[in-house]
DNA sequence: CAACATTAAATGTACGTACATATATTTGCA
DNA sequence: TGCAAATATATGTACGTACATTTAATGTTG
């Protein structure tokens, strides 16, 4: 459906503004959708996140550190995010022994069956998350104008 | 720069993941910079957006019904980000005399001078936001890819 | 008209982001 | 050695989003 008749407004002043405007909305579409499929096992997208990094460390431990190194969105705040998945006992987190300052945060048994479980629901195919109407061809176009995009001067 | 270069993440199982993540990013990208705009003048974007909606309206009165209609994002809370403008006093609440369940909300004549200064910098502009690096014809590739991405089933 | 449903907005809670500051540990160097 | 700087993380505050619940006013219906 055309961004116009998404939110109901018929026209914009010019064509970046448009594109402004689809962006922040698409994305915020496709947040949506992904917060609706991790809903279900009580985990959060950038829980789940967090969770797939640890794993691939898994069995060796990350430190806050890795976790902001490797995530997105560097402001987010990691400590606070590894709060909510030691309550929930998908993660450890214990003081590091080489160095004190640091923490030693692994996945659990029960963090990993979980992962596990999300995904072996496909959650994150295309089909589910959108794009599946996009072809190879028109996504590849698409990934070099996001980049272009995002040039500046 | 290539999103595989930004998120210093050489390759991605496939183009569809690639395509997730670089709108997920691109859209905080711009996002970003947005926020960075208005930061100077006390603001935030939704707080701006109610701006531009109320004087719309202006002279007339817009509800928290109006507000949350016309903003892209439905489920965020109008009522609490009036609440901020009107400590700013940028606006003003008052109970709507035919239906006093509603409530009035205008624009005060700071915000109209704040609005004005805002937008005399031209900080919406392509230049400042990204996008101007895009051609017309690109731009209009963009919107229809973000369009048909969102398409399902 | 009274009882109930509907509507409009406000409030509460959990979570995340953005940014500043605090605390503890380690490192480096005079 | 001792002390300042750097490092690793945690904590605090303001804001926004998502979603559920509450409060007050208005409609509706028997």
């Known amino acids: 459906m055309r961004i116009e008749d998404e939110i ?3 026209v914009f002043r010019n064509q970046y503004e448009k594109a402004i405007i689809n962006l922040s909305y698409t994305a915020g579409w496709l947040q949506m959708r992904q917060a609706a499929a991790f809903k279900p096992y009580g985990l959060t997208l950038p829980q789940f996140n967090i969770l797939r990094i640890l794993r691939g460390q898994h069995p060796c431990p990350a ?5 902001i190194d490797r995530m997105l969105d ?5 400590s606070r995010i590894v709060d ?5 006992q998908l993660v450890t987190r214990t003081v590091c022994p080489a160095n004190r300052r640091a923490v ?3 996945i ?15 959650l994150l195919d295309p089909t589910h998350m959108g794009l599946g109407s996009l072809s190879a061809e028109e996504l590849g ?4 104008l996001l980049d272009k995009l995002r040039t500046v001067e």
């Open 104 to 106: 030693d945060i692994r």
């Open 74 to 78: 560097k402001t987010s705040n990691a």
């Open 141 to 144: 176009l698409f990934n070099d």
């Open 63 to 67: 430190t806050v550190a890795l976790l």
């Open 84 to 88: 909510r998945l030691v309550e929930k």
């Open 8 to 10: 109901k407004q018929p």
């Open 108 to 122: 659990t048994e029960t963090g990993l069956a979980l992962l596990g479980r999300v995904e072996a629901n496909n």
